[in-house]
């Protein structure tokens, strides 16, 4: 049997890279007895059939880890790709994202696009999030910034593409490699929102061992995995950084007394927009748990 990995995933008919090129393949009954679908990303061992040559996938191999959605396995890493303008910075969302992919444990850069648009304003956001803990990198499709930069950390990984339509996750990747030829959509004009342009999931191979994965925009994000309001503190590194020294161990740094997260707040050394974020999370899977 030959090894490879599932690249593209499309009405039951799986695309599996192999030493021999690609190969259609089907997956086997057994999979859905066993409750286990293929995902793009799996690495699998394919049976070619001697009657007709197409592929059948016997086995899944062992997964690093595996997204809901987008519907993926063994993801080194995201990028969270956010505009500053068409659509407007939406820092909310954008901490959602984080949390996101935080749960999954997977390594996070993000990256601020359009800065042709506001410079200033990247400037100001890209210093919000480095002081939170994170990589951040600028670029503008236009300007053909950022672009090496971001084929630098791209290197040896499978990374997932992440962010809401219309910032410009798919015309990041045909500058990465113009043969993607991803189609790419305008703002809308009355909801100032991405059009939906990409609508499959797929790796897109930009070297050795290196691939992308574009994935649908999302406007919103659904937090069930957090399970009680006191988690949340667990996804945003600067709180859970200074969390440490308050009072209270349970502590949801929002009404209780002597919290240390509150006192950076105020000293600025946490960020007011991130914690505000922080609170409106907190309260919105509070609100939850009471239905």
Do not use: W
């Not at 990995?5 to 190969?23: E, N, P």
């Not at 990374?159 to 809308?188: M, Q, W």
């Not at 050394?269 to 999370?281: A, P, S, T």
């Amino acid at each position: 049997m030959l090894e490879g990995k599932i690249i593209k995933g499309i009405g039951g008919f799986y695309y599996v890279k192999t030493q021999k090129g690609i190969i259609e393949s089907r997956a086997r009954g057994v999979f859905r007895e066993e409750n286990l679908t293929p995902l793009v990303g799996d690495d699998v061992r394919v049976r070619i059939s001697e009657e007709d040559n197409s592929g059948y996938i016997e086995e899944i191999l062992e997964r690093k880890n595996k997204l809901i959605r987008p519907p993926v396995a063994n993801i080194s890493q995201a990028i969270i790709v956010m505009s500053i303008k068409k659509p407007n910075i939406n820092t909310l969302l954008l901490d959602k994202f984080l949390m996101m992919v935080e749960h999954k444990s997977l390594d996070i850069i993000i990256c601020f696009n359009k800065i042709d648009l506001s410079a200033k304003e990247v400037e100001e956001v890209k210093n919000i999030y480095e002081e939170a803990g994170y990589i951040v990198l600028i670029s503008s499709n236009k300007l053909d910034i950022g672009i090496e930069e971001l084929k630098e950390v791209l290197k040896d990984h499978i990374t997932v593409f992440a962010g809401p339509s219309g910032v410009g996750k798919s015309s990041l990747l045909n500058k990465l490699n113009p043969n993607f030829n991803r189609e790419t959509g305008d703002i809308s004009s009355k909801s100032k929102r991405g059009k939906h342009t990409t609508r499959s999931v797929e790796l897109l191979e930009i070297g050795h061992n290196t691939y992308v994965l574009d994935t649908p925009g999302f406007s919103s994000l659904d937090l069930d995995f957090i399970e009680e309001p006191i988690d949340v503190r667990n996804y945003f590194r600067e709180i859970d950084k200074y969390g440490s020294e308050c009072r209270f161990q349970s502590c949801l740094h929002d009404k209780e007394p002597d919290c240390a997260v509150k006192s950076k707040v105020d000293k600025g050394i946490i960020n007011i927009e991130r914690y505000n974020n922080y609170l409106m999370i907190l309260n919105e899977i509070r609100n939850k748990r009471r239905y």
